[in-house]
């Protein structure tokens, strides 16, 4: 089956503040600093607010995300661009998981103390998909960080997914990918030219649902913003109606999506984004508008 990521097809339901957005007509959302709202935007919680539902349960899922975070970062960095606002940098750093995590850096003019955004590109894109917004950010003033994930590396470090058959193997692939992500986190808070109070995650598709389980598992960010994202994974295995899906669900065996949704569900968006509280549209923007 050729990929396609199926976060990228709208859900069949609105979960929380997941999605807001749909992209259709394979057209990606383009961010930037005047249309960045119109996506659900979550920001770090007040004390009241950290215990989820279920604390026990919600504990048990984010320790699934935990990394040796002393582990040296082995970064290995090369500009590749220069822009009016500042540098492009085509960078890798290791991932606990193993192998190198490729990434592109994006670092403005002057000597900071910055802002910073770690981005999430959609399933099937790469780490291209936010170079044009993250050169938007530069001229603000901000560090970004665009990271690969484990399906778009070279071998022998590349993790294909879709594996139906063995869902296990995408659960880990998956899980890998938050955790790269975190370890960007500590690459950018290591940099002398950043300001650790102002952190920002932005997530398109797959990028959503990582950040969902970022933001809930790691509380060094200031405000996420999670676009055309999806709840959990039978909403589009098992309950959507695009012709592809549903000739999918014919072509598998009998019970087969079922299990697979199963086995990876307990990674869903909808177990972790109630751990954090949701802003208003207006108190959002003031919130990324402050850290930029």
């Not at 598998?252 to 199963?262: D, I, T, V």
Request: charged fraction near 25%; include cysteine; aromatic fraction near 8%.
């Amino acid at each position: 089956m050729v990929r396609k990521d199926p976060r990228y097809w709208p859900s069949t339901r609105t979960r929380r503040n997941v999605r807001n957005g749909e992209v259709g007509g394979g057209k990606m959302i383009r961010v930037c600093l005047n249309c960045i709202f119109a996506v659900s935007v979550i920001s770090t919680p007040g004390a009241a607010q950290t215990k989820a539902a279920s604390e026990t349960g919600f504990e048990a899922s984010a320790r699934i995300f935990d990394y040796d975070a002393k582990q040296p970062l082995d970064i290995h960095d090369k500009i590749i661009e220069e822009f009016s606002d500042g540098t492009l940098h085509d960078i890798t750093y290791a991932s606990p998981k193993g192998g190198p995590v490729a990434a592109y850096l994006v670092v403005p003019k002057g000597k900071g103390p910055f802002a910073a955004v770690l981005f999430g590109h959609w399933g099937n894109g790469t780490r291209a998909e936010f170079i044009p917004e993250a050169k938007i950010y530069a001229r603000a003033g901000a560090v970004s960080l665009i990271p690969d994930y484990p399906w778009d590396r070279p071998s022998p470090w590349r993790k294909t997914v879709d594996h139906f058959d063995r869902p296990e193997v995408d659960r880990e692939a998956e899980i890998q990918a938050v955790i790269d992500l975190r370890r960007g986190i500590d690459l950018l808070l290591a940099r002398p030219d950043v300001d650790p109070q102002r952190l920002a995650y932005v997530g398109h598709s797959y990028g959503a649902q990582w950040g969902s389980i970022l933001s809930a598992v790691d509380k060094r960010m200031k405000t996420s913003v999670l676009m055309a994202g999806v709840a959990e994974i039978g909403d589009i295995l098992l309950r959507n109606n695009d012709p592809s899906l549903v000739d999918l669900r014919k072509a598998r065996p009998a019970g087969q999506l079922e299990k697979y949704s199963q086995a990876t569900g307990d990674i869903d968006a909808l177990h972790f984004v109630g751990a954090r509280r949701s802003d208003s549209v207006a108190a959002s923007v003031r919130q990324l508008r402050a850290i930029l």
